[in-house]
């Protein structure tokens, strides 16, 4: 298996490595994926309450080295996005960014997946929070 | 000084041995003869040449070098063997027994004659690895003709009892194939102390040229008849068409004449180091695990599996170092090892493992980076992996509570 430059540089040097807090309201934890097929990301973000900006996203990845690229590339492009922003993000876009194979695709589904999660889970809070 | 990537993966293939080259490359240029020639010099010296690597491919196995039918590798051997016999007994039964474990070439083999009629039984094999005798006894029926079962795992290195098989097979007037491509030259092997009635070998797997096997085929007690699946110019007694690979067969004869030479020395040598990186892996990382019996395995053999970590991300960590996984990533089917699922390894830990295969070519030197780097990278991915982090945590709260 060879992999595109931007998947090795990721997965040498993974952006945003570790843990938000994750009982703090801002913060949205997305947990996808199944270890027996090999693949869980844990990925979270830290929204601005003024602003509704993600001024943080972390993610921990259990996978191969494209699904470890896609999430960590997934938290660099989540700083300074709103929300709605933040949804627009597609798995063709980390697939195009990469280059990752056709097998290798269910890696950039996965980090989609991951995105929406934390979202959804943000959002929950502040309804749960009213 | 290191030679990198180092290679780590003698399970998959082995670097031609230099005394094995040397023997072999004048039969590429001045003794380029086809050994059927039996009108000049060329092809008497190529047909000489054949007979002495013959004899030292027997010589390894304790067989006579009337009973060793060369071939292109041992898939083919394993085709020959299964096919050949099936087709061959045919009027006798219908029922063949094989181990999940296998090679491809075996199990893909039977699948092809359940399509021709035939009945194949698949067992099971136990958390260790190794076939259930038992179980076994109670698959033989009166239609069984063959049990093919495998001398060593290519991928976790488990040693099957192929004695106690054979003498079963041999009590039942059942044939008994072994695939012996991992065993032979690397443990005592000998198909008469084993019973065994068809054996596979392959050259490159014992530091001879790829592209060359044999098929042990015993010639006494019983004499065992096959159908050919080449037919042609009735090469090897009729059961192998083809003409010889003459360099290649000089190649593994002497291949298989140095393992033989050198095979208890080697054997310690390798288990010391297999054990030293074993040893080392542990002393250096928690929750790892060999998969596979410890004690019924391959000298230069250590599957293991790296709890929270996934192999492939684990491979490119280590891509200075030469070996593979048990995690099919890669695969369309995403699907890891059909061997550890076998085993009863969980999916998470069958995505986790390593298969080292140790050699004649390593160094204790070698072994000693190759524990520091996979040390290194395991523990730097588990800083990653989101199912580490899960478990501390759950520890912690075990603690607490």
Redesign the interface.
């Known amino acids: 298996?060879s992999?595109s430059e931007k998947v090795?540089d990721h997965?040498n040097n993974?952006r945003n490595?570790g843990?938000l807090p994750k009982g703090d309201t801002a913060v949205g934890t997305g947990?996808v994926g199944a270890?027996?097929?090999?693949?869980?990301?844990?990925l979270q973000v830290r929204v601005n309450p003024e602003t509704g900006v993600i001024d943080d996203a972390k993610f921990?990845?259990?996978?191969?080295?494209s699904?470890?690229a896609s999430s960590s590339l997934a938290t660099e492009w989540l700083k300074g996005k709103t929300l709605e922003q933040a949804l627009e993000i597609k798995n063709v876009d980390i697939v195009q960014e990469l280059s990752l194979p056709p097998?290798k695709i269910?890696c950039s589904v996965l980090a989609e997946d991951a995105i929406k999660a934390a979202i959804a889970d943000y959002k929950r809070k502040q309804q749960d929070g009213q | 000084m290191l030679r990198f990537p180092i290679y780590m993966d003698n399970h998959a293939t082995t670097p031609v041995d230099p005394r094995v080259l040397e023997l072999m490359l004048p039969y590429f240029t001045d003794r380029f003869g086809n050994a059927a020639s039996r009108n000049h010099s060329y092809g008497w010296q190529a047909e000489e040449a054949v007979d002495v690597a013959r004899k030292q491919v027997a010589e390894l196995i304790g067989a006579t070098a009337k009973e060793i039918v060369f071939t292109s590798g041992a898939t083919e051997s394993d085709n020959l063997a299964i096919k050949g016999a099936a087709r061959m007994y045919r009027e006798k039964g219908n029922h063949l027994i094989t181990v999940v474990t296998e090679h491809k070439a075996v199990i893909d083999t039977c699948k092809h004659l359940e399509k021709e009629g035939f009945d194949v039984t698949y067992l099971p094999v136990k958390r260790d690895g190794l076939v259930d005798l038992d179980r076994l006894r109670a698959a033989i029926t009166d239609r069984t003709i063959l049990i093919s079962i495998m001398a060593a795992n290519n991928e976790v290195g488990v040693l099957q009892p192929i004695a106690e098989i054979g003498k079963m097979a041999r009590e039942r007037g059942v044939l008994f194939h072994t695939d012996a491509v991992q065993a032979a030259g690397k443990v005592p092997f000998d198909v008469n102390a084993s019973s065994v009635d068809m054996a596979s070998l392959s050259a490159h797997k014992m530091y001879g040229p790829k592209g060359v096997g044999a098929l042990y085929v015993r010639r006494r007690n019983p004499r065992v008849l096959l159908t050919p699946i080449i037919d042609g110019g009735g090469h090897e007694r009729g059961m192998r068409s083809g003409t010889l690979n003459v360099p290649g067969i000089v190649g593994f004869g002497k291949a298989a004449a140095i393992c033989r030479e050198e095979l208890a020395t080697e054997s310690a040598r390798v288990t010391g180091l297999r054990n030293r990186l074993s040893d080392g892996l542990r002393r250096e990382l928690d929750e790892i695990y060999i998969n596979g019996s410890v004690e019924h395995r391959l000298p230069g053999n250590l599957n293991v599996s790296f709890a929270y970590v996934e192999g492939e991300s684990l491979l490119m960590g280590i891509n200075d170092i030469a070996v593979s996984s048990g995690s099919a990533c890669t695969s369309a089917t995403l699907e890891p090892s059909y061997v550890l699922k076998a085993l009863g390894t969980s999916d998470e830990l069958a995505h986790s493992s390593i298969r080292f295969g140790l050699g004649r070519f390593n160094t204790e030197e070698e072994v000693d980076f190759v524990v520091q780097k996979v040390s290194a990278v395991v523990k730097r991915l588990r800083e990653m992996s989101p199912l580490y982090e899960l478990a501390k945590e759950h520890e912690e709260v075990k603690i607490r509570g």
């Open positions: 298996m992999y090795i997965y993974p490595v843990s947990l270890p027996e097929c090999g693949d869980v990301m844990k921990k990845t259990f996978g191969c080295g699904a470890i097998v269910h």
